[in-house]
C-alpha cells in the first residue's frame, strides 16, 4: 500500500513539474508556443519555409532566450536594502538606508580595459570625423602630478602591451556614453550581419519579432550597480533569508580573505593608509601600486570582478542626497533634477558643487581607503571630468522571462 501511495506521489510531482495539463497538453510558453493559437486554433508558422507557402499564415519564429551581449553576465533581480549602513563618517546623510527591487539585467564581467578603448579608438579613426575621434581620446594627462613622479604612465599607460587588460582611465562620463553608443552599434551591426547572412545590406536590422535580441549597452544606473556589487545571491538560504547583510561585495567585515587557500589575502587593490599602496617588496599586500589587471581578485557571487577597488565606476545617474521621499521602490533611478532642483544647490554661485551634471560613481579605488569600497558609498564628479581612479564598465536591459529573473 506505502509503495502505491509513493508512487502517485511520484507521478503526480512530475506531472505539476511539467506543467501538464489534464488532457495531456503541455502549457504553450515564450519558447514552446505550440503550433496552433490558443485562441483561434489557426495554425502557426515559422520562418524556416512554411511561411513561404502561398497560404502562409502568421509567422511565429523560433525563440531560444535573450541572448547576451559579449562579456556579460547576468543579474538575477530581486529585492535588496541598499544604500549606507555603516557609520557615516563625513556626515552626508546622501545614501539613507532603503528597500527596493531591482529587475534583472545584465553586466559587464569586468572593467572596461585599455585593450577595448583602443579598439574603439581604431574603428572611430577609420570612419568617423577627426573631432570626434579627438574627443574620445582619454586624458592621459591624469596620472600628472606636481609633486609625484608619475610621467611614465601618462605616455604608457594606455598603449603600453603590459597594460592592455588594465582598466581604462582618464575617461569622463560623457565619453562613457559614447562608448556604450558605439559597442551597441558594433555589435547589433554583427548580429544583423548573421541573421541575413549574404543578404545582408548595410543598416539591415533583424525585425523584434525574430528573437534576435539587439542590446543597447549604457551605464548600469545606481541601483544596478550596487545590487550587482554586494552579490547578496550568495547568502541566500532557506527561501528569502539572508545569513547577513554584506559590508563588501564578499563575505566578512574585513578586506582579507578568509576562504581557504586565500586566507589573509587582500580582495581588492586600495590604498589602506597614508603612503601604503602596495605593502612592503617580498610580502605586498594587493597586486598593484596603481591599478591592476580586470581579471586580477576573485569574482564575486555573480561573477563579477572588482566591483571593490582598483577603479571606480560611472553610473548613468546624476547626483543628488537620496531619502525616502525622492525615489522609486521599482528599479529606481534619477534622470534629472526631479524634486530636487538644480538651482536649489546655486553651483553657478560656487556655494555647492552639485549640478544636473554632477553624476555617481562607486566602488573604491587603488588611491582609495577601505570605506569606499563598500557598495552603498557614493561619491560624484562633472560628467566631463576624469581621473586616474575612474573607470567604468556597461550594462544591457533584460527583457521578457529573463526579465522576470527565469
Known amino acids: 500500500m506505502g509503495k502505491h501511495i509513493y508512487f502517485i506521489f511520484l507521478c503526480l510531482f512530475i506531472i ?3 506543467s501538464i ?7 504553450p510558453s515564450a519558447r514552446n508556443p505550440g503550433s496552433t493559437s490558443t485562441t483561434t486554433n489557426l495554425q ?13 499564415g502568421f509567422v511565429v519564429a523560433d525563440f531560444g532566450g535573450q541572448t547576451p551581449g559579449p562579456n556579460q553576465v547576468f543579474i538575477q533581480g530581486g529585492r535588496a536594502v541598499l544604500g549606507t549602513y555603516e557609520e557615516d563618517v563625513f556626515y552626508t546623510h546622501d545614501n539613507v538606508e ?3 527591487t531591482v529587475q534583472s539585467f545584465y553586466l559587464d564581467q569586468t572593467e572596461i580595459a585599455n585593450i577595448h578603448w583602443l579598439e574603439y579608438l ?13 574627443n574620445a581620446l582619454p586624458d592621459t594627462t591624469v596620472w600628472e602630478k606636481e609633486l609625484a613622479f608619475n610621467t611614465p604612465y601618462v605616455g604608457n ?8 587588460y588594465y582598466p581604462v582611465v582618464g575617461v569622463s562620463w560623457n565619453q562613457a556614453v559614447d562608448y556604450c553608443r558605439w559597442r551597441t552599434e558594433a555589435v547589433n551591426r554583427q548580429r544583423a550581419m548573421e541573421y541575413f547572412g549574404e543578404d545582408y545590406i548595410d543598416g ?3 525585425p523584434i519579432e525574430s528573437g534576435i535580441y539587439l542590446p543597447e549597452f549604457r551605464l548600469p544606473t545606481e ?3 550596487e545590487y550587482a556589487a554586494y552579490g547578496q545571491i550568495g547568502d541566500q538560504w532557506l527561501d528569502e533569508n539572508q545569513t547577513q547583510r554584506r559590508l563588501y561585495p564578499w563575505d566578512g567585515r574585513t578586506i582579507r580573505s578568509s576562504k581557504r587557500g586565500q586566507i589573509g589575502k587582500f580582495q581588492a587593490n586600495f590604498k589602506r593608509g597614508r603612503g601604503d599602496y602596495a605593502g612592503i617588496a617580498g610580502a605586498l599586500n594587493d597586486a598593484g601600486f596603481v591599478t591592476t589587471s580586470i581579471y586580477e581578485y576573485a569574482p564575486n557571487d555573480f561573477g563579477l570582478y572588482n566591483m571593490a577597488g582598483n577603479v571606480n565606476e560611472w553610473v548613468f545617474d546624476i547626483y543628488r542626497p537620496l531619502n525616502f521621499r525622492d525615489m522609486e521602490d521599482l528599479n529606481p533611478i534619477r534622470k534629472s533634477d526631479f524634486l530636487d532642483s538644480e538651482e536649489d544647490y546655486d553651483s553657478e554661485n560656487f556655494n555647492s558643487m552639485i549640478s544636473n551634471e554632477s553624476r555617481v560613481y562607486k566602488g573604491g579605488s587603488w588611491a582609495d581607503g577601505a570605506m569606499w569600497l563598500s557598495p552603498g558609498t557614493r561619491r560624484f564628479l562633472a560628467q566631463d571630468s576624469s581621473t586616474a581612479t575612474v573607470g567604468f564598465r556597461c550594462a544591457t536591459t533584460a527583457l521578457g522571462t529573463a526579465g522576470n529573473g527565469m
Open 98 to 100: 532603503r528597500t527596493v
Open 16 to 18: 505539476n513539474g511539467c
Open 21 to 27: 495539463l489534464p488532457f495531456g497538453k503541455s502549457n
Open 122 to 134: 581604431d574603428y572611430i579613426q577609420r570612419d568617423s570625423s577627426e573631432t570626434y575621434y579627438l
Open 204 to 206: 539591415d536590422i533583424p
Open 44 to 56: 502557426y508558422f515559422t520562418d524556416d519555409g512554411l511561411a513561404e507557402e502561398e497560404d502562409g
Open 157 to 164: 599607460y594606455l598603449r603600453y602591451p603590459g597594460f592592455r
Open 223 to 225: 541601483a544596478e550597480w
